[in-house]
């Protein structure tokens, strides 16, 4: 027997909870914030969109589903199960920040702000939650496969992000590395480096971190779109020495293709779309193979 549909509603708090978190009560974050030229009042406001959002979302789910809800801070504890819906209720961010979680779940991303948020991931209005569940589990319902990167460490740690992977110092310090293609075979090829980390960003990505490294760079490769099968990777200011080079500083990879990263410093972090509290630590002499992932973001149209 098969279990029924379960429907995840993810969010995450609110700018007003996050004031009320540090100052305590209503009248003293209004304080705060009027002492700096500022009112609660728009705050407040997109917190009850938000809320309202939630109820009318969850009011949607269908009777005879299960439902769960689960806010940002605790994806990385949230068990998702095969036959999960994830509904993601907020910021095109909160798709992103989800995705490195799943297997293949269908996503419907809802905006609670239209206007405020691009509405790039989250494409769609409450009032059409109902009909996207039921969509979601139809045979035949339309969504699109977003590519998405990974990181596999020679530890058997991995790392899955929608918009892109750094790799780089956990401070501001300079990172040192050995970088080349996935799949050499001696530890001492390919280009010693010291940089401000790498970058390899998918087609999602590239309208935000990704795209400013490609313009930076005059934009000579074009940007991969979401389903595009190809990433692109960017070393951010290599430092030319001695001992260290700036040859392999940017470049594409395709399906079967990958970047090879060695440590050569105390300390490297690995992490996906700005979730630095969820990263991966190596250390001296470890390796890290990036490329693209084998599974993709189920985002229902």
């Known amino acids: 027997m098969s279990l ?27 304080f705060f914030l009027s002492s700096r030229g500022r009112s ?4 407040v406001r997109r917190h009850d969109r938000t809320r309202r959002a939630l109820r009318e979302v969850a009011a949607a789910v269908p009777l005879t589903w299960r439902s769960s809800r689960v806010e940002r801070a605790d994806l990385d504890r949230f068990l998702f199960a095969p036959e999960d819906v994830v509904v993601v209720v907020g910021q095109d961010g909160l798709v992103a920040n989800t995705a490195k979680y799943l297997r293949g779940q269908p996503v419907v991303g809802i905006d609670t702000d239209p206007g405020r948020n691009p509405g790039v991931l989250v494409r769609h209005r409450c009032a059409d939650a109902a009909a996207l569940l039921r969509a979601a589990t139809a045979a035949g319902g339309r969504a699109e496969e977003l590519t998405m990167v990974e990181a596999v460490a020679d530890d058997t740690q991995r790392l899955l992000a929608l918009n892109e992977i750094y790799l780089g110092s956990p ?36 309208t935000g971190w990704l795209r400013s490294l490609w313009l930076e760079r005059g934009g000579t490769a074009a940007l991969p779109a979401p389903c595009d099968r190809r990433l692109l990777w960017f070393v951010r200011e290599a430092w030319p020495s001695p001992t ?26 690995v992490f996906g779309d700005g979730m630095e509290n969820d990263a991966l630590e190596l250390t ?11 599974t993709s973001l189920h985002l229902v149209t």
């Open 4 to 30: 029924a549909p379960r429907a995840v509603i993810v969010h995450r708090r609110t700018e007003y909870e996050e004031l009320l978190a540090r100052h305590g009560t209503h009248g003293q974050a209004a």
């Open 40 to 43: 609660i009042d728009e705050v």
């Open 171 to 206: 401070g501001h310090q300079t990172a040192r590395y050995r970088l080349g293609s996935a799949g050499r075979k001696e530890p001492g090829e390919g280009e010693a480096q010291a940089s401000s980390g790498v970058l390899v960003g998918t087609g999602t990505g590239a």
């Open 244 to 269: 260290t080079g700036t040859t392999k500083v940017a470049g594409e990879l395709r399906q079967g293709q990958g970047l090879q990263l060695t440590v050569e410093s105390d300390r490297m972090v």
């Open 284 to 294: 001296w002499g470890q390796s890290v193979r990036l490329g693209i992932a084998g």
